[in-house]
């Protein structure tokens, strides 16, 4: 089992930057893929970061840039910085991890925080 807890949402100006973070516990094998999702009202959740336990990152190109992950592994905390923020940035930000499976090496995002929202005024 794999517990993640959010922090750091509110409400920030566009231009402006947010920095998330996530504290994580419990077994090293179900962490071994982390990321950080958002789902906006009357939308589907979407993937914005992900990091592998070897270091190996991945951001949508549509996000590419403009956030970062980061992982402090003494610290057992996944980061998410946000720059530049715009309105449709608005929405709920959600930790999750997972093991690393299947023939094709991929994340299985199986434990999931209960989110921190993020409100992006114009």
């Known amino acids: 089992q794999v517990q993640l807890v959010e922090s750091g949402g509110g409400s920030v100006q566009a231009g402006g930057s947010q920095r998330l973070s996530c504290a994580a516990s419990?077994?090293?094998?179900?962490?071994?893929?982390m990321g950080w999702f958002r789902q906006a009202p009357g939308k589907d959740r979407e993937s914005v970061a992900t990091i592998r336990d070897d270091g190996t990152t991945t951001y949508p190109d549509s996000i590419k840039g403009r956030f970062i992950i980061s992982q402090d592994n003494a610290k057992n905390t996944l980061n998410l910085e946000i720059n530049s923020l715009k309105p449709e940035d608005t929405a709920m930000y959600y930790c999750a991890a997972g093991p690393i499976m299947g023939s094709f090496q991929q994340c299985s995002f199986l434990y999931w925080g209960q989110g921190t929202q993020v409100t992006v005024s114009s």
């Open positions: 419990g077994d090293t094998y179900g962490r071994r893929c």
